[in-house]
């Protein structure tokens, strides 16, 4: 056990168009491509979006030289999301990373580096949305792709909390 002071802040992030998002103080946004740093947690948690509350992944990220912590939110249902945790399964240490976000036709991607290293999926075969009748109205059923996703994140958070001690 150490004693330490926190000299840093936490400073929430968004995704949206391709870009990485901070909302200034004074007003408007900054943009960035990438956040990296030493990942430090993910947490599920819904908060207040259009009116409805929404479940979003909150991914932590603290400055390497323990300053600021950097907190991402991203849809929880979303192929981004999906991708960045399927990419993060891959790594044996998972700590030090790069989260690189960019545009590609409607879609948002993502590029995650570990330690330098460009990581692939760890699972290639992803279950299906599938389309189901529920009261006369078709709707998506994504619950075996989001438990795969819950897998993955409870994988690399055990392997972040091992890597802490």
């Not at 900054?30 to 979003?56: D, Y």
Request: glycine fraction near 10%; charge should be neutral.
């Amino acid at each position: 056990m150490g004693l330490g002071t926190t000299t840093g802040n936490k400073i929430y992030l968004n995704v949206k168009d391709g870009k990485i998002v901070k909302r200034e103080p004074q007003g408007g946004e900054s943009l960035f491509s990438f956040v990296e740093g030493n990942l430090t947690g993910i947490t599920k948690r819904e908060r207040e979006f259009n009116g409805e509350r929404v479940p979003f992944w909150f991914i932590d990220i603290q400055d390497p030289d323990g300053g600021d912590i950097y907190t991402m939110a991203i849809n929880y249902r979303s192929g981004l999301a999906l991708s960045i945790f399927n990419s993060l399964a891959s790594a044996e240490d998972p700590t030090r990373i790069k989260i690189e976000v960019f545009k590609h036709g409607d879609f948002t991607r993502a590029t995650v580096y570990n330690r330098g290293e460009k990581l692939t999926w760890k699972y290639t075969e992803i279950p299906p949305t599938e389309e189901v009748n529920i009261g006369g109205r078709t709707v998506k059923n994504d619950s075996n792709r989001m438990a795969l996703v819950e897998k993955m994140v409870a994988e690399i958070v055990d392997r972040i909390k091992m890597e802490m001690i």
